[in-house]
């Protein structure tokens, strides 16, 4: 891989100085001001960071290939849409227990076969929270939903097919859908996640 500028020298990070918070509603939102020094001497006084909890989602499949879907309002958006099931991780909790967790809380399904894709960052400068990314297989439902949020869900099952079809009539509000979508439809791509993701835990 060859660039067309800045030559062969690897890129730096900026060094943090100093923090203040601004805004602490914990354990929801908390906003800081950094001091930062970029690698060409440059400092920035209030380079603003927003922290919210982590957040598993995934692309649940069932044994006869159906995706398992919810569609439900999200105050964010402003309006219904379709979305895969999702929540925060806990303090301190794996990435891949919460997913677990909150696929039966929000659906009542279980699965033995997970695949992880990875974890990015939201927000590219301000950071927010990292999505964590799983694909499920073979999910079996073996209880009623429970997960007490304040959302109204209802589930729906759809083939691959029907899931672009819902892109086309505009059934999408989030951008994690998105990407959770050519993660897994994409097979090169979904491959590639999944051998980066293992060789982050070795």
């Known amino acids: 891989?060859?660039?067309?500028?800045?030559?062969?020298?690897?890129?730096?990070?900026?060094?943090?100085?100093?923090?203040?918070?601004?805004?602490?509603?914990?354990?929801?939102?908390?906003?800081?001001?950094?001091?930062?020094?970029?690698?060409?001497?440059?400092?920035?006084?209030?380079?603003?960071?927003?922290?919210?909890?982590?957040?598993?989602?995934?692309?649940?499949?069932?044994?006869?290939?159906?995706?398992?879907?919810?569609?439900?309002?999200?105050?964010?958006a402003r309006r219904v849409s379709l979305t895969f099931p999702a929540g925060a991780l806990s303090p301190g909790e794996d990435p891949l227990a919460a997913a677990k967790r909150e696929l039966l809380e929000e659906t009542g399904y279980v699965s033995d076969e997970w695949t992880g894709l990875g974890d990015f960052v939201v927000q590219g400068n301000h950071r927010g929270c990292a999505c964590h990314m799983f694909h499920a297989r073979n999910a079996r439902k073996i209880a009623e939903p429970d997960d007490g949020d304040l959302e109204e869900m209802r589930i729906e099952l759809h083939s691959r097919e029907e899931l672009i079809e819902a892109a086309a009539r505009g059934d999408y509000a989030f951008l994690p859908v998105i990407a959770m979508l050519g993660a897994v439809l994409l097979p090169e791509l979904r491959e590639g996640l999944g051998m980066a993701a293992r060789a982050r835990t070795v």
């Open 1 to 76: 891989m060859s660039g067309e500028s800045g030559g062969d020298e690897p890129l730096k990070p900026w060094t943090v100085l100093g923090s203040r918070d601004l805004l602490d509603a914990s354990p929801f939102l908390k906003v800081r001001a950094e001091t930062v020094e970029l690698p060409d001497g440059r400092r920035v006084e209030s380079f603003y960071q927003v922290e919210q909890p982590d957040y598993a989602v995934m692309f649940v499949e069932t044994g006869d290939g159906r995706v398992v879907m919810l569609r439900t309002y999200k105050h964010g």
